[in-house]
């Protein structure tokens, strides 16, 4: 009898999670279909915020996608982070430039459901940390994974991450990252691009009473189990040119954020 309940209990658990995720459409798009593609869209969207013309329609759009066509729509990892991040970066432009007052609270603006994909109305923390960071609990430094996500978190979410993320998304503030615009096809090169300007930027070792330190940007204190930790950081820093494998163990200082608002910044 227990070996029966136990059967039919793992059954049910099966059923819960197939039903926790929302099924992609088979055959999407249609050889009918005559709008835009998800990625295409993300990408129109920011270009036309670009060209200081109104995205209304557009962003439209993207709220009125079923989540099924988009589940079927991202069916590989680069289409999945060019279109998120994409989408984050285009929400945030939207938002920001139509009302920048909404920064003045900048906790309210982040925490706030304001911007709608699928027919999921998300807060720019919902998307960063559910669905672009794989599901992270936005206090835990990378460490913590979000407890309890929902259908659309458990549905969309890149698993696994990516940590480069952290210098291609644009929070509105005055050292965000530039906003690129990311096609599937080049997502890696585009990001890894993106990622060494940034740190070079935003990067300087200097003599302090005889020892050279670092001095970095606090993204990697933020998130620093996105990059693996304390080893994670310093091998991240050598792919991208910052440090060497001579120097790679100095000691590291995180600069401050400057948190000033600043839309439109775009990438050249």
């Given at each position: 009898?227990r070996y029966?309940?136990f ?20 055959g999407?798009?249609p ?10 869209l993300?990408q129109?969207i ?5 060209n ?8 439209e759009?993207l709220?009125?996608?079923?989540p099924?066509?988009?589940a ?10 060019a ?5 984050y970066n285009?929400?945030?432009q939207?938002?920001?430039?139509r ?9 309210a ?19 960063e ?9 936005r206090?835990?430094?990378g460490?913590?994974?979000k407890?309890?996500p ?7 979410k ?13 929070c ?5 990252p530039?906003?690129e615009?990311?096609?599937?096809a080049?997502y890696n ?5 993106r ?16 020892k ?9 204190s ?9 080893g ?8 991208y040119g ?24 775009w990438?050249?």
């Open positions: 009898m029966g309940q059967g039919v209990l793992g059954l049910l658990m099966f059923g819960i999670l197939a039903c926790g995720r929302y099924q992609p459409t088979d999407f798009p050889e009918d279909f005559a709008g835009l593609t998800p990625n295409a993300s129109e920011l270009l036309t915020i670009k200081g013309q109104d995205a209304t329609a557009l962003v759009q709220a009125a996608y079923k099924q066509d988009l079927a729509a991202l069916d590989t990892r680069e289409k999945k982070l279109f998120w991040v994409n989408t285009g929400m945030v939207y938002l920001l430039t009302n920048p007052e909404l920064f003045d609270d900048r906790s603006f982040f925490s706030t459901p304001s911007f709608t994909v699928a027919g999921h109305t998300f807060s720019p923390n919902e998307m940390h559910g669905i672009i960071r794989g599901g992270e609990n206090f835990g430094l460490f913590i994974p407890f309890f929902n259908k659309f978190e458990r549905t969309f890149v698993k696994g991450g990516d940590s480069r993320v952290h210098f291609a998304l644009n509105g503030a005055a050292d965000c530039p906003v615009i990311y096609v599937p080049t090169e585009q990001i890894d691009n990622v060494t300007k940034y740190l070079a930027k935003h990067s300087e070792i200097k003599e302090v009473d005889g050279s330190v670092l001095y970095t940007s606090p993204l990697f933020w998130f620093r189990g996105d990059f693996g930790d304390h994670g950081i310093d091998e991240f820093l050598v792919t910052v440090l060497t494998e001579e120097n790679k163990d100095i000691k590291r200082e995180y600069t401050d954020y400057d948190w000033t608002l600043k839309t439109g910044i990438a050249e």
